[in-house]
């Protein structure tokens, strides 16, 4: 069984950085994945931050976070974080790890199924 488990959020003024973890664990057999960051703001649709194909890099950011947010992966691919910089109040929201099983060329877009989903890590800027 695949486990997600995010960190690293919390409280800052607009302008301010944070930066979310995600450390999976429970899958032996995969060797590729598309990880993807999610947030979900009160009374609005989920929506996709950006995505990484864990052997081939990141593979797209929303529009809203480009060039502010970061994301990467570290220790055999194990651990997924998400830089972000110059924080704005309308980036308040819970922030969510998602992955799936992957192949190398998998372009691992947010509309694809993600099956595999952590708790959220609350992230809140203030103006």
């Known amino acids: 069984q695949v486990q997600l488990v995010e960190s690293g959020g919390g409280s800052v003024q607009a302008g301010g950085s944070l930066r979310l973890s995600c450390v999976r664990s429970g899958d032996t057999y995969s060797r590729t994945y598309c990880m993807a960051w999610f947030r979900q703001a009160p009374g609005k649709e989920r929506e996709g931050v950006a995505t990484i194909n864990t052997s081939s890099g990141p593979t797209w950011y929303a529009d809203s976070v480009k060039d502010r947010f970061t994301i990467s992966q570290e220790r055999a691919e194990i651990t997924l974080f998400l830089q972000m910089n110059g924080l704005k109040p309308e980036d308040t929201a819970m922030y969510y790890c998602?992955?799936?099983?992957?192949?190398?060329?998998?372009?691992?877009?947010?509309?694809?199924?993600?099956?595999?989903w952590g708790q959220g890590t609350q992230v809140t800027v203030s103006s």
């Open positions: 998602a992955g799936r099983p992957a192949s190398v060329y998998s372009t691992c877009l947010p509309e694809s199924q993600y099956p595999y």
